[in-house]
């Protein structure tokens, strides 16, 4: 369901239905099959493993999300919870939660999006509540992103919207929307801001990927109207590391780079 690199490049995270994440060392010797031993088992959630990130500049720590309505803090080196978030807590989550995001200016703070439909703001120094509530969505936040400033984060929903938030104040600053003919509400599957964030993308159910205006809250562009685009389900988004390209995964089992000189690969 999940995965992630660490920040040197030199381990890979995924994890999924069986409630772990597993750690594997990309330099490790594979087994005869080409498969690469699993270094680390971090086990301990009661739920799905729905995503994973490692922390900024780090390789020792990642913190995940879980069916099990908590994020986790992990020791990779130990393989043991440094620290969870929600649970028994009256200020966590109330239901699944499905995504995380690290705050690249702050890498103490991170925000999660839940079934429950708010995203939350963490600070892992203080497990036992949140920092913030956001309210506004009217159904699942599939995915949360903060923005290129860390000050601010988008959320994608089931709602059909994506919305950003402003962690300092706790108001929603913008809410895009774009109304369907036939009244459809596509959801929300995945987002992804361009470095400067100017640009919001962003990947629905339908397999429609818009290209917001984040100021003008304004569709710039919809890949998914260009030719040969995703015949299914947008699972996943993500920006090269220097923001000239973007991939995203379907459920019609491509993988789509768009470089935004106009060229378009297809995996």
């Known amino acids: ?27 490790s010797p594979a087994d005869r099959d080409g498969n690469l031993p699993v270094s680390r088992t971090l086990g301990g959630h009661r739920g ?20 099990d309505q908590t994020c986790v803090l992990w020791d990779i080196t130990t393989g043991l919870r440094t620290s969870v978030f929600g649970g028994e807590f009256q200020s966590g ?51 949360v992103k903060f923005f290129p400033d860390g000050n601010t984060f988008g959320t994608g929903s089931d709602d059909g919207t ?51 205006d984040t100021l003008l809250a304004r569709v710039v562009l919809n890949l998914g109207s260009l030719q040969n685009s995703h015949e299914g389900l947008i699972s996943c988004l993500g920006l090269s590391a220097d923001g000239s390209a973007l991939c995203t995964g379907s459920y019609d089992t491509n993988l789509k780079i768009w470089a935004f000189g106009g060229h378009r690969m297809v995996m």
Request: aromatic residues 10%; hydrophobic residues 35%; negative net charge.
């Open 1 to 27: 369901m999940t995965c992630a690199f660490s920040p040197t490049g030199q381990s890979v995270a995924c994890g999924g239905l069986d409630s772990m994440c597993s750690i594997f060392n990309l330099n």
């Open 48 to 67: 799905y493993v729905s995503c994973c990130q490692y922390v900024p500049d780090e390789d020792i720590h990642i913190i995940t999300s879980s069916g």
């Open 93 to 143: 989550h109330t239901a699944d939660v499905l995504s995380v995001s690290i705050n690249g200016s702050s890498s103490k703070l991170f925000v999660s999006g839940s079934c429950d439909a708010t995203a939350r703001l963490w600070d892992t120094r203080v497990a036992s509540r949140a920092v913030r509530t956001f309210h506004g969505h009217e159904g699942d936040v599939n995915t």
């Open 162 to 212: 994506c919305r950003l938030f402003d962690i300092r104040t706790g108001h929603q600053l913008q809410v895009y929307y774009q109304q369907h003919r036939d009244n459809e509400v596509p959801q929300v599957t995945s987002i992804a801001f361009s470095i400067s964030g100017r640009l919001l993308f962003a990947g629905y159910k339908n397999g429609d990927c818009y290209v917001w």
